[in-house]
């Protein structure tokens, strides 16, 4: 597993935010400011410290801490153990959806999937269509037939796939051979990378940036793509409005007109 942040209380209370930061925690829970030198009002945890002489605790100069405070840190210790080696999988509360992700990366191909979804987390399987969720990863074996609405996804990896993006949907991450059958609508994805691919796009959709050998392999009507090693934003729209479309990013330097059905390469 992946070093995560959480917070256990004074009386025993496990506070935390998927993929979310030791202040970020403090912040959305409303956990009182602390102004004790040996932080008396809350402590942060995670896993290395079950593990790893020296930690946690009594690192911070905790010597007997409340005990529902231990109790609550050898409970989590036992949960992450468990789920960590693939038991009680279900039990998995859907707002610790890192920790999926992190089951994910044990198991691979043997995660159940059920836990598709959990937090957030899409891995494995196929899903028909989706409208408007926010997805935080979409990784591995994943796909999803058509995305669609105000859908968001942070990031998409592995051989994960959508064979159809339209509405309003973005996707805001594109890595290693993730791809996309067809864009349309106004969906976005913010950046294209390492060798992923997009088959063609349609309508306003746009890519704002591609590098790393990623490629669209055919661009329509309005859409457009930008390719961040030399600031070229590509469409097959003849009638481009050059100047707003540079004026969308100051890291556009020119427009290049292509053949409709052109392919464009980072």
Known sequence: MQDFNAIITRGGKVLHLP?????EIVAHFKVPENTSLVRQNY?????LTPFVDGGGLQARGVEEPPDAVMR???????DLCAWHSGRNLRSIPAEW???????????G????????????????GSVERLC?????RLMGSARIGRLEGHSVVESMSGRSRIDELGGETSVRDMRERASIGKMTGRSCVETLCQSTVVEEMYDSARVVFMFGA???????????CGRACDGTVFTADEHVAKQGLLSSTDKYK???VVADGESVFA
Request: proline letters at 2%; aromatic letters at 12%.
């Open 72 to 78: 609550a840190g050898a409970n989590l210790t036992d």
């Open 254 to 256: 020119c427009v290049k």
């Open 43 to 47: 402590w942060e945890y995670d896993i």
């Open 97 to 107: 959806s890192d920790v999926v992700e992190h089951v994910y990366q044990v198991r």
């Open 214 to 224: 990623a490629r669209v392999l055919g661009l329509h009507g309005r859409a457009v």
């Open 19 to 23: 993929w979310g930061s030791h202040s």
């Open 132 to 136: 408007d969720v926010h997805i935080m």
């Open 109 to 124: 191909r043997r995660t159940p999937r059920y836990l598709n979804g959990a937090g957030g987390v899409y891995f494995s």
